[in-house]
């Protein structure tokens, strides 16, 4: 059974870095594609970065230069390296994944099979 786990969002200021890890249990993350999403109040759920099993790497242009999405397949775990926050990335963050194929629209939610819970991230200005 495929189970994703969220950790490592908080409340942080304008400028300052988070990193957000997904643990990943039931399948290998080094066979699947994964991806980060958002979702603030009141907008809908976007995709923030995505990488499949042969590290072929989107990001959304919102966080291009400011955010890095990898995954340690060792420990099965997907991270997202948040740099220069702004308050605009207030949101739950989920990870997802899918383990059927090899996926190329890593940004798109119907990309996606398994989701996890979410963590949420504030940053204040």
């Known amino acids: ?9 908080g ?13 990943a249990s039931g399948y ?22 995505g990488i499949n099993s042969i590290e072929s790497i989107t990001y959304a ?6 955010f890095t999405i990898s995954k340690d397949n060792a420990n099965n775990t997907l991270y997202l390296q948040m740099n220069s926050l702004k308050p605009e990335d207030t949101a739950l963050y989920y990870c997802a994944a899918n383990t059927r194929g090899l996926q190329f629209r890593l940004l798109q939610s119907s990309s996606y099979i398994y989701w996890g819970q979410g963590t949420q991230v504030t940053v204040s200005s």
């Open 28 to 49: 290998a993350t080094s066979s699947a594609s994964m991806g980060w999403f958002r979702q603030a109040p009141g907008k809908e759920r976007e995709g923030v970065a």
């Open 1 to 9: 059974q495929v189970h994703l786990v969220e950790s490592g969002g």
């Open 11 to 23: 409340s942080v200021q304008a400028g300052a870095s988070l990193r957000l890890s997904c643990t």
């Open 61 to 66: 242009d919102s966080v291009k230069g400011r």
